[in-house]
């Protein structure tokens, strides 16, 4: 969907460097996710986010830290890679159906291909 | 959220429908039937959802059985295209947690 951008796209880097994974949407909605899927696997839940001020762990948090800059913009951050996390990761971003009390729709984006050697 | 039960794989004729089942005997009251599917590492997309009617847009037909306990995803007139992942999901209404929990899916292959 192009209402959520992600970048880099591909990235390939080294064990203990730090690495920024960005998303963007202009889908004007309040809450976003990182995820990440491996092979053969589903997709696990990093961090959520339902507004500027709410952040919240997923599943598998350890390893990654986020940052909600604006209601548009949610980075990961992987504060020292380690090949284990060589994956790919999906931003997504929902808002609630106009019943409001209905469970929301996420839409994604592309996904960044993150390889740790 | 209730968990899912899906074929890992099935196929289709360019043409015909692709009817895709899902088992959620554990499901709730207040919890809905989510599709998704995902082309090959591409986003996942949503397709459609539903609570207990049976329910249609542009891309998908959802069927649910009266006990809400299974449910199937009816592609009307697949097409190459729809070769994909298909997820299966069931999610609390007005759930604070905000998660999707995604399975293995069904690969869908259609063939010319």
Redesign the interface.
């Known amino acids: 969907d192009a209402d959520v951008t992600q970048t880099p796209r591909n990235r390939i880097t080294k064990t203990g460097k730090r690495i920024m994974l960005e998303c963007s949407q202009t889908k004007g909605h309040d809450r976003m996710y990182w995820y990440r899927q491996d092979p053969g696997l589903g997709l696990r839940l990093i961090y959520y986010s339902f507004d500027v001020k709410d952040i919240n762990k997923g599943e598998i948090s350890d390893g990654y830290s986020v940052s909600r800059q604006a209601q548009a913009k949610f980075s990961l951050s992987l504060e020292s890679a380690i090949p284990n996390q060589t994956a790919l990761y999906f931003c997504a971003t929902s808002a609630l159906d106009p019943g409001g009390a209905v469970a929301d729709t996420q839409y994604f984006g592309p996904g960044t291909r993150l390889t740790v050697l | 959220d209730a968990k899912t039960t899906q074929p890992t794989s099935m196929d289709c004729a360019e043409g015909r429908a692709a009817n895709l089942p899902c088992n959620h005997s554990t499901i709730s009251g207040n919890e809905?039937v989510?599709w998704y599917r995902q082309i090959h590492?591409?986003?996942?997309?949503?397709i459609i959802?539903g609570l207990k009617n049976n329910e249609t847009n542009e891309m998908a037909s959802l069927i649910i059985t009266e006990d809400r306990k299974s449910s199937t995803l009816i592609l009307p007139h697949a097409t190459l295209r729809d070769t994909a992942v298909y997820?299966c999901i069931v999610?609390?209404?007005?759930?604070?947690l905000?998660?999707?929990?995604?399975?293995?899916?069904t690969q869908l292959t259609v063939w010319p």
């Not at chain 2, 999610?91 to 604070?96: A, E």
């Open positions: 809905y989510y590492s591409q986003g996942p997309q949503y959802h997820y999610r609390n209404r007005g759930s604070t905000g998660r999707l929990y995604f399975g293995r899916g």
